[in-house]
């Protein structure tokens, strides 16, 4: 309590010495001496408010569950003031900080609800300063002089190019780090303005830092987008907030995860260690969304795809739409990255307030195949959810079954588990359930394969990171086949109907289509989950995992699962057996 008084003192005593040097100077022949004697005095001063700045934030890390509620107060009060009288970037960076140190250590009774708002304000206020500084600069330039080119990270939110420097970089990853931590709160909301100033300029922050060459390299081969929505392209009317991305089509994106190697993540896209932007830009929305669902709810169309172009990637063209989350969940160099995204996503939809804000969601279904129809009147607020849940839904589907990393698959799996719990699949193409069950099992499959190999090679020990992974993916899994308003095509499949025809002497028969592979995995379902419970020599996780997975089959889909009663691989997972 000492300290922490003794500093609000101190920088109130730097603040007042900072108010007297900033007299005008004297208009004699000694004027220009004058001015770099008090550009001296104030670099000097910022850089002891500075100093003090860092001790309170190494005081707060200790003792802020010890800071009294007047002297907390003081702090942020002081701290808000010097945001704007500091000139520097690395100065600002150490006053956020002291803020997000004090924010996230204090007793929530310490900071009120006017100091939280006014942080929020602070934080708000620097964005804006940028965004000025910019449109007078005319766009910054990046390190050696050369011009950033126009990207998603700022594709609809102003046109202004971000400054990508060493300095810049710390400096807005220490913005979105406090106001990740002040969002964190517990029972503290920001005033509606304050969140449409931070979620509203986010999304440019969410491709801070990936270099343009790597943007423009794309692989020879496109990455295997899945297609939910037959109409996502080429649509007729298309909402605002999509038409920049409907415009660049597919975008060239970066897929420097095909590069990564089990040693760790690439260095591609994390020019001056930009990939904390970007992390915490995104841990920023999770907290966001955790603490203010509604508030969040005007912000989705930004944060969440609406068509595949959000998210997708084509070599064909090298213009970007806006950086979704969607897009940095499976095209950020860093999974760091790729998992804050993911989590972002999953914090979005997982909230009662979000699952019934999503339950309007509606679209237009050709009675014939299950696929929306093209719209070219006036997008509602259903349809524009509708085109959202088909969307993001693609994305985490391409994320369960592309993501190379598999620390970051829990992340994906949780965000899929949410939408499935949110998603009026009954008012949706029929293929999404279809789709999510297929991907999940799919994954689960090929991860058991590679334990079998690594157990017949003498590996005994099981990898936390596959345990961890399957263990996710069976709980995605469990949600998708507990989802409401599975067609009935899918509950056939499961239980071993839908079977095609055999091949009629063309070259590729029936038995090895697409439709019948898919109807031959989904058939497997359950008799997999009831060989996985059962087997003794697979964590003990994974097993809880595939008994709760069957229990939802059971559940909604009884018919299917008496099915296959009889099956010896049901019939071995039963007490008793």
């Known amino acids: 309590a000492v300290l922490c008084a003794y500093y609000a003192a101190r920088l109130s005593r730097t603040r007042a010495r900072g108010r007297d040097s900033r007299e005008p100077p004297r208009t004699d022949v000694s004027r220009s001496n004058d001015d770099d004697d ?74 009120s609800e006017s100091a939280h708002a006014r942080v929020g304000e602070a934080l708000s206020r620097l964005l804006d300063d940028d965004d000025a500084a910019a449109r ?27 400054e990508e420097t060493l300095v810049a970089s710390r400096y807005y990853a ?40 790597t943007r423009r390299s794309a692989d020879a081969a496109p990455a295997e987008t899945p297609n939910p929505n037959a109409s996502a392209s080429g649509r007729g009317y298309v909402p605002p907030h999509a038409r920049d991305a409907d415009v660049a089509d597919a975008a060239s994106d970066s897929d420097a995860s095909d590069a990564e190697s089990s040693a760790g993540e690439t260095p591609r896209g994390d020019r001056f260690g930009a990939s904390r932007v970007r992390a915490n830009a995104a841990s920023f929305v999770a907290s966001l969304a955790r603490a203010d669902p509604r508030g969040a709810h005007p912000f ?28 940095a969940m499976l095209h950020d160099p860093s999974p760091r990255v790729r998992a804050a995204a993911a989590v972002a996503v999953a914090q979005l939809l997982d909230a009662p307030a979000s699952r019934a804000y999503l339950s309007a969601a509606e679209l237009k279904l050709d009675p014939t195949t299950g696929l929306a129809l093209r719209r ?39 965000a899929a588990a949410a939408l499935a719990d949110a998603a009026p699949f009954a008012r949706l193409p029929r293929n999404l359930v279809p789709d999510a069950a297929l991907a999940a099992w799919r994954r689960v499959s090929s991860l058991a394969s590679s334990r079998a190999r690594d157990a017949s090679g003498g590996e005994g020990s099981e990898d936390p990171e596959r345990v961890s992974a399957q263990v996710a993916l069976l709980s995605a899994l469990a ?23 055999p091949g009629d002497g063309s070259v590729e028969s029936a038995a090895d289509s697409e439709p019948a592979r898919d109807a031959r995995d989904l058939r497997e379902i359950i008799p ?19 008994f709760g997975a069957l229990r939802a089959a059971a559940a909604t889909h009884a018919a299917a699962v008496a099915a296959h009663w009889r099956d010896a691989r049901v019939q071995a997972a039963l007490p008793g057996a």
């Not at 989705?300 to 969607?326: D, E, I, K, N, V």
């Not at 509950?491 to 079977?499: N, Q």
């Open 376 to 414: 070219v009147n006036f997008a509602s607020l259903s349809s524009t959810l509708g085109d959202l849940a088909v969307a993001t839904h693609g994305a985490l589907t391409l994320a369960i079954k592309a993501e190379r990393s598999l620390a970051c698959v829990p992340s994906a799996c949780k």
């Open 528 to 546: 997999g989950l009831a060989s996985l419970a059962g087997d003794a020599t697979v964590a003990v996780a994974v097993r809880c995992e595939a």
């Open 479 to 501: 949600a998708t086949l507990g989802a409401e308003g599975a067609p009935a095509r899918f509950r056939a499949a499961l239980g071993g109907g839908g079977e095609t025809d």
């Open 136 to 162: 007078r600069a005319g766009g910054p330039r990046a390190a050696g002089g050369d011009t950033l080119a126009a990207s998603a990270s700022v594709s609809g939110d102003g046109g202004f190019c971000l």
């Open 300 to 327: 989705w169309p930004r944060l969440l795809p609406t068509s595949a172009a959000q998210f997708s990637r084509s070599p064909s063209t090298t213009r970007r739409g806006p950086c979704t989350l969607a897009r």
């Open 174 to 213: 220490s913005l979105w780090r406090c106001a990740h931590l002040c969002a964190s709160r517990d029972g503290a909301r920001w005033p509606e303005p304050v969140v449409a100033g931070l979620a509203g300029r986010v999304r440019r922050f969410l491709s801070f830092g990936v270099d343009a060459a």
């Open 38 to 111: 008090d550009d001296d005095a104030r670099r000097a001063e910022e850089k002891d408010a500075a100093d003090a700045h860092d001790a309170v934030a190494a005081l707060a890390r200790r003792f802020g569950a010890s800071f009294p509620d007047a002297e907390t107060e003081a702090l942020v009060e002081l701290a808000v003031a010097d945001l704007r009288l500091f000139t520097r970037q690395d100065s600002k960076r150490r006053v956020l900080g002291a803020l997000g140190a004090v924010a996230s250590r204090v007793p929530a009774s310490a900071l």
